[in-house]
């Protein structure tokens, strides 16, 4: 974790992305790419700034040349990438980007 104030649970604006978790129970640790991953696709800037003070730059740099491809819809990807200037990350070894399984 990253110094300065953290809050020991996600924030209660983000819950509602956590459906089929129990929110109170995640670990900040454990849980940490499923909470970068949710609070970057669909957080506030309030959120934003929580995800940062809680993980750090570094870490979400991380998680984005890691697995950000993988779990984040392409614009927020590319978005956060950008932001953060991640030039570098492992890419997807799937051709189908995420969200469109299926042809319309």
Same mark, same amino acid.
């Given at each position: 974790m990253a110094e300065g104030t953290q809050v020991n649970s996600v924030p209660v604006g983000l819950r509602p992305h956590f459906q089929?978790?129990?929110?109170?129970?995640?670990?900040?640790?454990?849980?940490?790419?499923?909470?970068?991953? /949710?609070? !970057?696709?669909?957080g506030t800037w309030d959120?934003?700034?929580?995800?940062?003070?809680?993980? +750090?730059r570094a870490r979400i @740099?991380?998680?984005l040349r890691k697995r950000g491809e993988r779990m984040l819809s392409p614009v927020v990807?590319?978005?956060? /990438?950008? !932001?953060?200037?991640?030039s570098r990350w492992r890419r997807s070894p799937?051709?189908?980007?995420? +969200?469109?399984?299926?042809? @319309?």
């Open positions: 089929e978790y129990e929110p109170e129970l995640l670990d900040l640790e454990k849980d940490a790419d499923l909470i970068i991953q /949710r609070t !970057l696709e669909f959120e934003a700034r929580w995800l940062f003070a809680t993980y +750090g @740099r991380f998680f990807f590319h978005y956060w /990438r950008k !932001l953060l200037k991640v799937f051709e189908t980007p995420k +969200g469109e399984l299926w042809s @319309r």
